[in-house]
């Protein structure tokens, strides 16, 4: 089995944890699993090596045909929430296995992964952090953006500028939080400080460092454009100019 570990779980809120030399340390509160293992992926049949697992039972009006058909040729039961995790090896996984919330350990670090709340529609104040405008003297433009730098020329808005959006519910990752407490009985995992999301959200947990969250980024270019892939190797393995030390 691949020593990466991974679950999925749903923030409950936060708490306090008394450590034995009476520090005291903010923990978020996470129902952990429990999570069952929908698919496997393997290199041979599907081109890269990654584990499905499903999480939270659903009913079959709320699941897609697809998925329904490929439960039921995996003689596995139907999940509100599907995800796949990108391993080395897939070996030791098997439809049906069953993973808790003792898959992880105190001590262990983790990236956590969520979707963040959401803020709604944002000005520029709350969601880049420009200046008030001045407030005396008759000002009208207390909380506008101001000028966006395009006059005649180029007599357009130019790309990337910041301005007035909606503001969260995105994907946000947190690297490298610790563990601080695991309870199998009650499936629950106290993770050190805040995760991204709402109460109840659905949050992504993986071993630090591992190459499910370096495969997201990179693998994915690597398995479909090998071609580039191996291009850019070579620019990078251009030797160094004349003179250069």
Known sequence: MSNVKFLLARKKGMTQFFREDGTVVPVTVLEAGPCTVTAVRTPERDGYAAVQIGFLPARAKHVHKPQQKAAEKAGVGLFRVQREFRLDSPNGFRPGQELKADVFGPGDMVDVSGTSKGKGFAGTIKAHHFNQGPESHGCMNVRQPGSIGSSADPARVLRG?????????????LRNLVIVGVDQELGVILVRGGVPG???????????????LAARRRGEAAVKAPEKADKGGKKDARPAAKGAK
């Open 161 to 173: 500028l910041r301005m007035a959006r909606h503001l969260g519910a995105a994907r946000a990752t």
């Open 198 to 212: 709402p109460p109840n959200g659905v949050i992504e947990l993986v071993s630090a460092g591992s190459p499910t």
